[in-house]
């Protein structure tokens, strides 16, 4: 044994293990998810995600401003209409929940950024991220609703849009309709790296987005792949993609390891819905401490190559990091 190579001494000390510590989590990497509904007066409990809520847009500040006061620096929006069609028209309606909600937030609380999620799938009476002729999820008349969706959205002040309906061609659509529209500054952050999970089921619930029939496998990714992922991402950069996102995160730190080795973008990782409801009911039953096991997981994203995180943990990570300073 080799006792001149003594790892442990610089473990020795809180003070030196913070000094030599690789990833660092911070408040400027967090994005909210936020449910957003139609009415108002509402802020309904969505049971299978303890803490989560949806909101009408008039109970948005109850939200947003521990949002802003806790240093989160940005949302995500996801709609939830009064009611559902065969062609998502509620998702590029100019007077859109989610087209409502941002002309609030931007009036209000200027500060923050506004991310748009750009799908049909909550939108739609059979639940499906694109258009449906027969049994078949059709491509390319999806992408030019999507694409009127995005510019909907940024005609509503939103900063960044995110296609996570993983149509082919759409980032490159997208891109060419808001520069058409003079919306060049708006971002797109691509759900490239979307699997075809287990982990989804808390949102459906929340969102009201489970398809009516069939499953998604015909356009999300097969969890076995993962030079699949690399494709896609190789094409949504092509596209003109600004930032990546990979989906779900924990079970797939090997596909946001690599991502982050295939791009410079910014690399995303969306700590999806059943990951937070899974914790929150382990740690309801008092079989886990909830804060180690979530800044361990989060953390473990960013030493995987995350350089933001969708997270429903937001607000309790932002508190927990103003305890540990």
Not at 61 to 83: K, Y
Not at 190 to 198: F, L
Not at 276 to 297: C, F, H, L, N, P
Request: charge should be negative; hydrophobic fraction near 45%.
């Amino acid at each position: 044994m080799n006792l001149s190579i003594r790892p442990r001494r610089l473990r020795a000390s809180k003070a030196l293990r913070a000094m030599v510590r690789e990833n660092r989590l911070d408040r400027a990497d967090l994005i909210y998810p936020l449910f957003v509904c139609s009415g108002s007066g509402v802020k309904d409990p969505v049971e299978s995600m303890p803490g989560v809520f949806r909101y009408s847009v008039d109970q948005l500040p109850s939200v947003l401003d521990a949002v802003v006061d806790r240093g989160i620096p940005a949302v995500i929006l996801f709609g939830i209409p009064a009611c559902k069609d065969a062609v998502g028209s509620g998702a590029y309606a100019e007077d859109g929940i989610v087209q409502q909600a941002a002309r609030f937030i931007k009036a209000d609380y200027p500060a923050l950024l506004v991310i748009g999620d750009v799908c049909l799938c909550e939108y739609t009476d059979h639940g499906h991220c694109g258009l449906v002729e027969g049994d078949v999820i059709v491509n390319d008349a999806s992408v030019e609703l999507l694409a009127e969706t995005a510019v909907s959205q940024a005609r509503a002040g939103i900063d960044i849009v995110a296609p996570s309906d993983m149509m082919d061609g759409r980032v490159g659509r997208i891109r060419q309709a808001l520069d058409e529209h003079g919306f060049q500054h708006v971002a797109i952050m691509s759900y490239a790296a979307k699997y075809a999970s287990g982990f989804y089921g808390p949102f459906r619930d929340a969102a009201g987005s489970a398809p009516s029939y069939g499953d998604r496998k015909t356009y999300q990714m097969d969890p076995a792949n993962g030079n699949e992922a690399l494709r896609e991402v190789r094409s949504d950069v092509a596209e003109g993609a600004d930032l990546i996102v990979v989906k779900p995160a924990m079970a797939f730190g090997d596909v946001m390891w690599r991502t982050r080795q295939e791009t410079l973008l910014p690399v995303v990782a969306y700590n999806v819905s059943g990951e937070y409801s899974m914790v929150k009911a382990a740690a309801a039953q008092g079989w886990i401490d909830e804060r180690k096991i979530v800044m361990e997981t989060l953390v473990g994203m960013k030493r995987a190559g995350a350089d933001m995180i969708i997270t429903y943990h937001a607000l309790d990570v932002a508190c927990w990091l103003d305890d540990a300073e």
